[in-house]
C-alpha cells in the first residue's frame, strides 16, 4: 500500500528546498512525504553556481521529505533511486544526465537537487528538490524543453501529483540497491554518442558515458578506448547551445 502525501503550496517563494528545510528546524515530526511546492521561486537553488531558472506558471517546483524506510549507506543511491522513481512516469526519450539533470536529446527538460540527513555513516532521510519544464515559456532558454513539447499534456499540479504518487508507491526500491543501479546504468543521459566534456584541470576530451561506478563517480570512455572515472566536480559537459 502505497504512503500518503501532504503538500504544502505557496504562489511564490525563494526556494522550495530552503523552505522545507526551515519547516523540518521548526518541527521535527512532519511526517514523510511532505513536499513544498511553489508557482515560480525567486531564488532557485542548484549545484555550485547552478541555479533553477523558471517562469511563473510554467515548472512543477517541487521538494519532497522522505524518510527512508531503513538507513541508507550510500549518498548516491538516493539519486539512482530518484531516476528510477521518475522514468516509471515520464517518457522514455527522458534520460537523466549525471548527477543531476533530466535530458531530452541536447535540451534540458529539469533538475534535481538532493540533500540527505544523516546520522553518523548512514543516511536517515533525504530532501528532494525538483524543477520540471512543464509549459513551454517565451522567456524559456534555449537549451531548455517543456513537457508539453515532448507531447505531454498535463498541468502543474497534475505533475506535481503524478510524481508524489510514484515516490510514494516506489519508496521500497530504495531497499534493492543492485536493480537501481543497473536500471540507473540503462537511464543515464550520454551513452549514446562521444560529446565533448571539459576537465577541472582544462582538458577537453572527446568521451562517452558507460555508467556510474559504486562511489557515484562517472565513467566515461574516451575515443582511444581509456576507461576515465570523475568525481562530481572534476568534469563539464560542453554544450554547444551554452
Known sequence: MSQRYFIIRHNSLNSTQTELKNILSRDASVPSLTAVMAKTQQNGRGRGVSVWHDSPGHSTLLSVYVVWPDKLSESFLVNKWICHVLATILPKKVKYKWPNDLMVGAKK??????????????????????????????????????????????????????????????????????????????????????????????????????????????????????????????????????
Open 109 to 242: 527538460l529539469g533538475g534535481l537537487l538532493i540533500e540527505n540527513r544523516w546520522e553518523g555513516s548512514r543516511i536517515t532521510s533525504s530532501i528532494i528538490g525538483l524543477g520540471l519544464n512543464v509549459k513551454k515559456s517565451q522567456q524559456q532558454l534555449n537549451r531548455a524543453i517543456s513537457l508539453e513539447e515532448i507531447g505531454v499534456d498535463i498541468s502543474l499540479e497534475e505533475c506535481a501529483n503524478s510524481i508524489l504518487q510514484a515516490i510514494s508507491v516506489g519508496i521500497h526500491r530504495i531497499s534493492n540497491p543492485t536493480n537501481l543501479s543497473s536500471r540507473y546504468n540503462d537511464l543515464l543521459w550520454g551513452k549514446e554518442s562521444y560529446r565533448t566534456y571539459s576537465t577541472s584541470s582544462g582538458d577537453l576530451i572527446k568521451a562517452q558515458v558507460i555508467g556510474v561506478d559504486k562511489e557515484g563517480k562517472l565513467m566515461l570512455k574516451t575515443t582511444d578506448k581509456a576507461i576515465h572515472v570523475f568525481n562530481l566536480d572534476d568534469i563539464r559537459w560542453l554544450d554547444s547551445e551554452s
